[in-house]
């Protein structure tokens, strides 16, 4: 019966990196974290930036509105603390002016008592709901989901794919989700593909989780599944399988192409987590204010999962660690794909998934490519990083066009692969953003 | 609290594979081969094995002094090259000559076209075939190469390569040729010991098995269908130097395609030059032959066998 209903993955990319899986944080149960203060970001996500609709002084709840914009690709913003507004200021961390709404917690974390369930009958109700929730992919691209819900006329979304891979070592996070919220998730997944009429389900999980597989799989066999459309599907633990790309190739067979989104191909992709919340909000009006979130990296001597309200700053959540005091990077996200944090003061946004602290690590000194060709035969989207390297090194921006380094999905694999240990993904990032400017 | 942090791009890990790493690999895979070369050729081919590996250390050194060039001695990669000529070489070759030899292959074959990487021959072929080319006398004659010690004694008398002999009385039987109880150059005569270390880089997934299994599979193919004589087949596959060429100098990363498709076809090129070399040419071998033209095409290969990028539309 099981092996039936458990499904290997329809088309397969030919790659698969076997990466260190470190998820020591998988088994704990997640810890609540109540800062003194948060400082919410008025940009977390791709689209127009929010426009604060409190003020200096203000008092607000778990769950009050404090942001939003009128543009389409936005999703408004919502106080993670129940407090008192003190400042709303304007930092430049990365070279981008970024508002941000000071609030000092009262430590009561009193949720909105005007927060009431949210009545989904139709679609139309459902791309509200994911719009006022404040919504955004949660799996670390951050795209706002109400858009993901309601693609263009002339596609018809068919397939939900539920993302629970989690393919990036140390992370944990959507597995905890898993496991703690199975109610949420289960309940989310179901009104989707009810509301929305879906063919299918397709619930992804790479190997490596088995008790994230026997709880999905109840999930996947649940009574209301008459006409068995909700499915589990067995990844193998290799990376990067929860690529959005690769997903729905694994999941679906179809190729998404350059330029398009999920919708376009009926697919819609969405991470556990934002189910979760997504049903979370229904059941009860909390939008998404808290983020669970995975601790970890080789610095961090205790190790966890975090429930962290939005905002909070990472120096605050560091000071309550346990933390070998020789670290000299910390990451937000994994460490494959994770970006460095430029300033201790930089906060938990709606898409951190996980801050790993780590250690010096060994100098890594670029040789001399030796052509082994590992970076073309890693790369999942059939790229060829060594020569976009060349042409780089030659100043051949001609050739970045040709080289298709627009598909670069910046997962890191060719410079994880490459015994040179030279900064391929670095460059294809350099190479993708000439190509832009040149467009 | 540290004040200052480290800012670097993703990845930040990295897999533990070293260029160097892999060199080492090469080499332990050829340390049977090279023991048991210097066993039963004695102390000349020990002369002439040092003599390479320790000029082609020498040369690159030197380069990178005078050029002012990082020192690059610290990858290996010289050492492979040094050895893998020695081991190509008849075991009488004078000692100048391997030096030479070393010569072409760090100094002109290597790092005047850009060092590491940059090579479009592999070097250690393109200087066998200098010293084929110069020292034709030293290096082909029946007299430069030897009957091994362990079947007549200590003295060591001159012999022809095999490949010379067959049909001949004195055409050693194929369980010498596995084995390597025949003469030869120095490291290419036991295809059981090339087979191991071939073996052994496979599974530490230094090298892909495709160029060589295609590469002594057309050479096997091609010579039984122009002999219909499973004798024969195994005759010629196993002796000369295909074993080496096609498990350690086919397989270098920089002179060979990258894609699988292409290595297919490398390793299929290079059987088919070396067999019509061996059937009509005038060259008793033709294996360093047939890997050095591949070589040139490799760049050619990987283009057209590139593979398409996932997602892109299609063209027209």
């Known amino acids: 019966m099981e092996k039936e209903r458990i499904l290997s993955p329809v088309k397969k990319i030919g790659t698969a990196i076997k990466l260190p899986h470190s998820k020591t944080t998988a088994e704990t149960e997640t810890v609540r974290f109540n800062p003194k203060k948060v400082s919410i970001p008025m940009s977390m996500n791709i689209g127009a930036p929010c426009t604060p609709c409190v003020e200096v002084g203000s008092k607000v709840f778990v769950g009050t509105k404090i942001a939003f914009s009128d543009a389409f690709v936005s999703a408004p913003i919502h106080s993670s603390v129940s407090g008192t507004v003190t400042a709303i200021t304007s930092r430049d961390i990365t070279g981008n002016k970024i ?199 080789d610095a961090v001597l205790t190790p966890k999962n975090l429930l962290i309200p939005i905002g909070t700053e990472i120096s605050e959540i560091l000071d309550t660690l346990e933390i070998a005091e020789t670290y000299e990077k910390i990451l937000t996200g994994g460490p494959m794909m994770g970006t460095c944090v430029v300033d201790k003061s930089a906060v938990v946004e709606k898409r951190t998934n996980g801050i790993l602290v780590l250690n010096p690590q060994k100098p890594i000194t670029a040789t001399p490519c030796i052509r082994c060709g590992r970076c073309a035969r890693n790369c999942p989207l059939g790229l060829t990083p060594a020569k976009v390297e060349a042409a780089n090194r030659v100043g051949n921006s001609d050739a970045y066009a040709e080289l298709n380094v627009n598909l670069c999905m910046e997962c890191g694999s060719c410079s994880y692969v490459c015994p040179a240990k030279r900064p391929l993904t670095q460059i294809m990032r350099v190479a993708k953003a000439e190509l832009r400017r040149k467009k | ?164 002999l067959y049909g001949k009385e004195a055409a050693p039987s194929l369980k010498s040729l596995f084995f390597g109880m025949n003469s030869g150059a120095i490291g290419e005569t036991s295809a059981f010991l090339l087979l191991l270390g071939g073996i052994y880089l496979v599974l530490r997934k230094v090298i892909n098995p495709i160029i060589p299994v295609s590469f002594i599979g057309t050479v096997a193919v091609m010579t039984y269908l122009f002999s219909f004589n499973i004798n024969e087949t195994l005759y010629f596959v196993l002796s000369g130097g295909l074993f080496l060429g096609a498990i350690f100098m086919a397989t270098d990363y920089v002179t060979s395609p990258t894609t699988n498709l292409g290595k297919l076809v490398f390793g299929i090129g290079c059987g088919l030059i070396t067999f019509v070399i061996r059937k009509w040419g005038n060259l008793p071998e033709g294996v360093s032959y047939s890997i050095i033209l591949m070589n040139i095409l490799a760049p050619q290969i990987d283009k057209l066998t590139r593979r398409k990028p996932f997602g892109l539309p299609k063209e027209g």
């Open chain 1, 99 to 297: 508002d941000y709404i000071e609030i000092e917690s009262d430590m009561q974390n009193e949720p909105d008592p005007n927060l009431k369930p949210f009545e989904v009958k139709t679609k139309e109700d459902l791309i509200s709901a994911a719009k006022e929730c404040g919504l955004v992919g949660l799996g670390g691209a951050g795209f706002p989901t109400h858009i993901k819900l309601n693609p263009p006329k002339e596609t018809k979304l068919d397939t939900l794919v539920v993302n629970a891979a989690e393919c990036e070592p140390f992370l944990t996070a959507d597995y905890r989700e898993c496991m703690e919220k199975y109610n949420d998730v289960l309940e989310g997944i179901y009104l989707i593909k009810d509301i929305l009429e879906l063919e299918q389900v397709v619930i992804c999980v790479e190997s490596n989780k088995p008790k994230a597989i026997k709880k999905l799989f109840e999930m996947a066999s649940d009574k209301r599944d008459k006409y068995d459309k909700v499915k589990l599907m067995r990844l193998p633990s290799s990376y990067p399988q929860g690529a959005e790309k690769v997903l729905i190739y694994s999941a679906t067979g179809r190729v998404l192409p350059l330029g398009k989104l999920p919708g376009d191909i009926g697919c819609l992709v969405m991470n556990v987590t934002s189910i979760g919340t997504l049903y979370r909000f229904i059941k009860s009006g909390m939008p998404l204010t808290h983020k669970r979130v995975t601790v970890d990296g």
């Open chain 2, 1 to 164: 609290m540290k004040d200052s942090l480290v800012v670097s791009s993703s990845p930040h890990i990295r897999h533990r594979d070293t260029t160097s790493g892999i060199m080492l690999d090469v080499i332990i895979a050829l340390i049977p081969a090279t023991v048991y070369g210097i066993i039963i050729f004695g102390i000349s081919a020990a002369a002439v094995v040092c003599t390479c590996v320790l000029s082609a250390i020498v040369f690159e050194f030197l380069w990178n002094i005078i050029l002012k060039k990082p020192q690059s001695v610290g990858d290996f990669s010289a050492i492979v090259t040094g050895l893998l000529l020695g081991l190509n070489l008849p075991p009488k070759t004078p000692l100048f000559v391997a030096a030479i030899g070393s010569f072409a292959a760090i100094i002109v074959v290597k790092q005047m076209f850009g060092g590491l990487g940059y090579n479009f021959v592999n070097p250690a072929i393109g200087a066998r075939i200098v010293l084929l080319v110069s020292f034709p006398t030293a290096m082909a004659s029946a007299g430069s190469y030897l009957e091994p010690i362990s079947k007549l004694g200590v003295d060591t008398v001159s012999s022809a390569t095999p490949l010379m």
